[in-house]
């Protein structure tokens, strides 16, 4: 799985800050939780928190890339 350059970027702040705001509507955010690589606090992009979780830490230490 190859992630969009805004996907990947979402990942490594969210994971450098261990979590961060987002609006519920941006698309890479809502990709990533697809993915299963990040969570939205309580379950609900309504929380605009979003946190990485076990397998985007481990896609980010994996090496996958960028598109």
């Known amino acids: ?3 969009t350059t805004a996907q990947w970027h979402l990942l ?7 979590g961060t705001h987002c609006i519920g509507s941006y698309k890479p955010a ?3 939780v697809e993915l299963g690589l990040a969570k939205w ?3 609900s992009p309504s ?8 397998q985007g830490r ?6 996958r ?3």
Do not use: C, H, Q
């Open 47 to 54: 929380s605009d928190w979003l946190n990485v979780t076990e």
């Open 30 to 32: 809502k990709r990533l």
């Open 41 to 43: 606090k309580d379950g």
């Open 12 to 18: 490594v702040d969210v994971s450098y800050r261990g």
């Open 1 to 3: 799985m190859r992630l």
């Open 65 to 67: 890339e960028k598109e």
């Open 58 to 63: 481990l896609a980010l230490t994996s090496g």
